[in-house]
């Protein structure tokens, strides 16, 4: 069965950096569209990036732009997302999500994904 797992997440003070993975198993990787996303207590889960199965399309919301980078290593099974410079305000569950698509984009929408992971903690101190 499709399982993803994420990884790398903690305790940063505001303006550091952390790099999160999100390794896929019992999946063709490149045959999926990924994405970031994160809920923060008492939110709905939103979109941070995602990425297209080639990796050659890449989306960011505003909130994020220019400070997180996302990639993925398809011969890996692997996607990461680097975040710089951040701010209290990106303390979250970060998850990975997976969807199987022929699409030659990638989706913001955590509606569209169905396929999560666990979750890891991204927590930053002013």
């Known amino acids: 069965q499709v399982q993803v797992v994420e990884s790398g997440g903690g305790l940063v003070q505001a303006g550091g950096s952390l790099r999160l993975s999100c390794t896929a198993s019992g999946l063709t990787f490149d045959d999926y569209i990924m994405g970031w996303f994160r809920q923060a207590p008492g939110k709905e889960r939103e979109g941070v990036s995602c990425?297209?199965?080639?990796?050659?399309?890449?989306f960011y919301p505003d909130s994020v732009k220019g400070r997180f980078t996302i990639s993925r290593d398809n011969a890996k099974n692997t996607m990461y997302l680097q975040t710089n410079s951040l701010k209290p305000e990106d303390t979250a569950k970060y998850y990975c999500?997976?969807?199987?698509?022929?699409?030659?984009?990638?989706?913001?929408?955590?509606?569209?994904?169905?396929?999560w992971g666990q979750g890891t903690q991204v927590t930053v101190s002013s």
């Open positions: 999500g997976a969807v199987r698509t022929l699409y030659d984009g990638c989706y913001i929408n955590p509606g569209r994904y169905n396929f």
């Open positions: 990425i297209s199965r080639s990796g050659h399309y890449t």
